[in-house]
């Protein structure tokens, strides 16, 4: 089974940019990334696929974050512009056949934290 690191977190003001990154021990199935805020539901971010790097985001992010891969390194970026306050959070890499519906898998990072502060 695949395992999954991320890494990159941390604090931002209001405005900034953060960059996350998952590392992969091998290339599985199409990734993503989910966050989750205290006293939130767990929220799709990004989803990208290993082959042709097709990319979904949820409506939430949607022109300032991201997703991007290398396949040669077996990982994931998450790059998260013009952040907003909404936006901290646990950010967990995820690896499952439909992240691109924004569905999650099974297959769970240990999350970094994002927090934005304003």
């Known amino acids: 089974q695949v395992q999954l690191v991320e890494s990159g977190g941390g604090l931002v003001q209001a405005g900034g940019s953060l960059r996350l990154s998952c590392a992969a021990s091998r290339r599985t199935y199409p990734m993503a990334w989910f966050r989750q805020a205290p006293g939130k539901e767990r929220e799709f971010v990004a989803a990208?696929?290993?082959?042709?790097?097709?990319?979904s985001y949820g409506d939430s992010v949607k022109g300032r974050f991201t997703i991007s891969r290398d396949n040669a390194k077996n990982t994931i970026w998450l790059q998260m512009n013009i952040l907003k306050s909404e936006d901290t959070a646990v950010y967990y890499c995820?690896?499952?056949?439909?992240?691109?519906?924004?569905?999650?898998?099974?297959?769970w990072g240990q999350g970094t934290t994002v927090n934005v502060s304003s």
């Open positions: 995820n690896a499952g056949t439909r992240v691109l519906a924004g569905v999650a898998g099974t297959i």
């Open positions: 990208i696929t290993w082959s042709l790097g097709s990319t």
